[in-house]
């Protein structure tokens, strides 16, 4: 089946120390975005990939970085996470000219 | 600017109806969609609904959609235990299908 994934599904790191997320998709989108949710809150795009083109939201911390090498991989490097950055992150795909965006399980990220 | 709202807490019994509703304010949003994520799992696109409509019906699932009030509503007809989760909203904003999401609605089915 055509799929969104993501590794590891639970992530430690401790304060500061340099962490990568891992997103891969079967569906041969052209777009992959990372989105950040906290606690009992939204999903917050944090940027997005159409193709090769990097597009970071305005408010996203300069922490957070992104990697895309080929079309079904897209990675999320935080520099140096600190405690309010523990969250779950959420990878997903679309076609460029589409409307629906499909999501994969998820990373939890705890940082110690 | 942007913005989803929903109430955050539902309780309905097996078997009856449920209605989540949501507003947005952005009148340019072309398509809005809900969502389904059960616990420690990533988000399910459950359906959606194109601006120039009103309602759509998806087997269980009746989306209703008030463009003037810019109101979203979800009905999930006889209830399962299996649909206890958070719903969410989203509105697509910009022109590269950005999703603003609501904060969720927490939905319990009792028997």
């Known amino acids: 089946d055509a799929m969104v994934i993501q590794n590891p599904r639970y992530q430690v790191t401790q304060f500061g120390k340099p962490v990568t997320l891992s997103c891969s998709q079967t569906?041969?989108?052209?777009?992959m975005y990372w989105y950040q949710q906290k606690s009992s809150q939204a999903p917050k795009l944090l940027f997005h990939?159409?193709?090769?083109?990097?597009?970071n939201e305005a408010d996203t911390p300069d922490n957070f970085q992104s990697r895309r090498p080929n079309t079904s991989f897209c990675f999320l490097d935080i520099r140096s996470p600190g405690l309010g950055d523990a969250a779950m992150y959420l990878c997903?795909?679309?076609?460029?000219?589409?409307?629906?965006?499909?999501f994969g399980p998820g990373t939890r990220l705890t940082v110690t | 600017g942007e913005d989803v709202e929903q109430s955050l807490f539902l309780s309905v019994r097996e078997g009856d109806s449920s209605v989540i509703n949501c507003t947005y304010t952005?009148?340019?949003?072309?398509?809005l969609y809900w969502y389904k994520q059960e616990p420690g799992a990533g988000l399910q696109l459950l359906t959606y609904?194109?601006?120039?409509?009103d309602m759509k019906q998806d087997q269980r699932l009746t989306v209703l959609l008030n463009k003037k009030d810019k109101h979203l509503s979800l009905r999930i007809a006889d209830t399962q235990t299996g649909d206890s989760a958070i719903y969410f909203c989203?509105?697509?904003?910009?022109?590269?299908?950005?999703?603003?999401f609501g904060a969720g609605t927490r939905l319990a089915v009792h028997p």
């Open positions: 997903a795909t679309s076609n460029g000219g589409g409307y629906e965006q499909y």
């Open positions: 569906l041969n989108h052209n777009v």
């Open positions: 990939y159409y193709d090769k083109d990097f597009n």
């Open positions: 952005d009148s340019s949003s072309t398509y």
């Open positions: 609904i194109f601006s120039n409509m």
């Open positions: 989203a509105e697509m904003a910009g022109g590269y299908n950005k999703l603003i």
